[in-house]
């Protein structure tokens, strides 16, 4: 199991940027498979962005791949989210989740532990 902290979190005008970090602990982080995903008042989690434990292969969510950019820094034990051109669709609480098996996955059912999230506000 490991332990999920969300950061960088806050209120940003729409066509702005924010980097959110998740910082990890209790596990080999390199070893994991981690997801954003994020929810909207009102709606179900979706999925937003997932990599591989190396770093190698990457995946995004159609509304998000040409603005937001997943990365993560294995020797820091920290996954990354950086937003740009955000717009106030963007809106939800962000969370970040780690999967223990191997694949990318677009579904939430099979990451394993979670943080607990960060609010994103876009402003028009």
């Known amino acids: 199991q490991v332990q999920l902290v969300e950061s960088g979190g806050g209120l940003v005008q729409a066509g702005g940027s924010l980097r959110l970090s998740c910082a990890a602990s209790g596990g080999t982080f390199s070893r994991y498979v981690m997801g954003w995903f994020r929810q909207a008042p009102g709606k179900e989690r979706e999925f937003v962005a997932a990599?591989?434990?190396?770093?190698?292969?990457?995946t995004y969510a159609e509304p998000v791949r040409d603005r937001f950019t997943i990365s993560r820094d294995n020797a820091k034990n920290t996954l990354y989210l950086q937003m740009n051109i955000l717009s106030p669709e963007d809106t939800a609480v962000y969370y970040c989740?780690?999967?223990?098996?191997?694949?990318?996955?677009?579904?939430?059912?099979?990451?394993?532990?979670w943080g607990q999230g960060t609010q994103v506000t876009v402003s028009s």
């Open positions: 989740a780690a999967r223990a098996s191997s694949g990318l996955t677009r579904s939430s059912r099979h990451y394993d532990d």
């Open positions: 990599i591989m434990g190396s770093g190698g292969s990457l």
